[in-house]
């Protein structure tokens, strides 16, 4: 029964990221909470690590192919990152795991805000990161994904809800250039928790497996849905919001409850 909740909760984090282009990671770890049954906040982080890097992976491929992706800001973003994504998720590994949750709540309440809220900005497409312009952009680009990279560590999710408006912050680039050039971030970031929570042995390996590949199966489903469903994505898009919000207001209340009993 185990596997059958495994699968049909990485179907539905793949559908989300399918359908509306991101969110998805967010509700990983309270699926393998609540709907699978483990028991360790720690443990459900390092194993949905696992599956946000490999669906970023995979939804970077497609960006890539587009043009979508700018590689220098990427790489200077990503390898800040990856410190912070360390930093962070070796320190979370420290916070008892009912404190972790009531934060994990909080978090998940502003990023249903965040994306129910989220309006698409102009910016310059033509930016790049070179010799000429490093020393304004480079700065900012380590700063930002630094911070980033840490946050997506601690709370083990993809962070594309703070990386997008990172990069748009950091270099001026367009909204769509933001989110394929985030998904090699997030990439990067989850397999960087991921190794870190393997090591201390916080990956559950079979389990990973079965909601990794439930994650191809609903992706598939959600770019497809995605495409057929045309301008309704934006109101489907507002409904997830809602409910991660509401999930998280649960989870937050779940975790300060445990912290003071």
Same mark, same amino acid.
């Given at each position: 029964?185990?596997?059958? @909740?495994?699968?049909?909760? *990485?179907?539905?984090?793949?559908?989300?990221? $399918?359908?509306?282009? *991101?969110?998805?990671?967010?509700?990983?770890m309270p699926l393998l909470l609540y709907v699978v049954g483990i028991g360790s906040p720690h443990l459900a982080i *390092?194993? #949905? =690590?696992? =599956?946000?890097?490999?669906?970023?992976? #995979?939804?970077?491929?497609?960006?890539?192919?587009k043009g979508m992706v700018k590689w220098p800001c990427?790489? #200077?973003?990503?390898?800040? *990152?990856?410190a912070g994504a360390w930093a962070g998720s070796t320190l979370a590994m420290r916070v008892p795991g009912d404190q972790l949750l009531a934060l994990f709540g909080l978090v998940m309440i502003a990023v249903g805000a965040v994306m129910a809220f989220r309006k698409d900005a102009e910016g310059n497409p033509d930016i790049r990161l070179n010799f000429s312009?490093?020393?304004?952009?480079?700065? @900012?680009?380590l700063l930002?994904?630094? $911070?980033v990279g840490a946050a997506s560590g601690f709370f083990g999710i993809g962070g594309g809800f703070l990386i997008v408006p990172g990069?748009?912050?950091?270099t001026g680039m367009p909204i769509n250039y933001a989110i394929g050039t985030s998904l =090699?971030?997030?990439t990067v970031f989850g397999a960087t928790t991921a190794a870190n929570y393997a090591l201390a042995g916080l990956i559950d390996w079979r389990i990973a497996a079965f909601f990794v590949?439930?994650?191809?199966?609903?992706?598939?489903?959600?770019?497809?849905? #995605?495409?057929?469903l045309g301008q309704k994505k934006a109101t489907l898009a507002i409904v997830f919001a809602s409910c991660v919000v509401l999930i998280g207001l649960y989870i937050a209340a779940k975790g300060l409850i445990g912290i003071n009993t």
């Amino acid at each position: 029964m185990q596997d059958i @909740l495994l699968v049909i909760s *990485g179907s539905l984090v793949g559908f989300v990221l $399918g359908l509306v282009g *991101g969110g998805g990671s967010i509700i990983a770890m309270p699926l393998l909470l609540y709907v699978v049954g483990i028991g360790s906040p720690h443990l459900a982080i *390092g194993t #949905s =690590a696992i =599956a946000v890097s490999l669906s970023a992976a #995979s939804n970077l491929f497609n960006h890539a192919r587009k043009g979508m992706v700018k590689w220098p800001c990427a790489f #200077s973003f990503s390898a800040a *990152g990856v410190a912070g994504a360390w930093a962070g998720s070796t320190l979370a590994m420290r916070v008892p795991g009912d404190q972790l949750l009531a934060l994990f709540g909080l978090v998940m309440i502003a990023v249903g805000a965040v994306m129910a809220f989220r309006k698409d900005a102009e910016g310059n497409p033509d930016i790049r990161l070179n010799f000429s312009t490093a020393r304004q952009l480079l700065p @900012l680009l380590l700063l930002i994904g630094f $911070g980033v990279g840490a946050a997506s560590g601690f709370f083990g999710i993809g962070g594309g809800f703070l990386i997008v408006p990172g990069l748009m912050l950091a270099t001026g680039m367009p909204i769509n250039y933001a989110i394929g050039t985030s998904l =090699a971030a997030v990439t990067v970031f989850g397999a960087t928790t991921a190794a870190n929570y393997a090591l201390a042995g916080l990956i559950d390996w079979r389990i990973a497996a079965f909601f990794v590949g439930g994650g191809a199966i609903g992706g598939l489903i959600g770019t497809l849905a #995605s495409q057929r469903l045309g301008q309704k994505k934006a109101t489907l898009a507002i409904v997830f919001a809602s409910c991660v919000v509401l999930i998280g207001l649960y989870i937050a209340a779940k975790g300060l409850i445990g912290i003071n009993t």
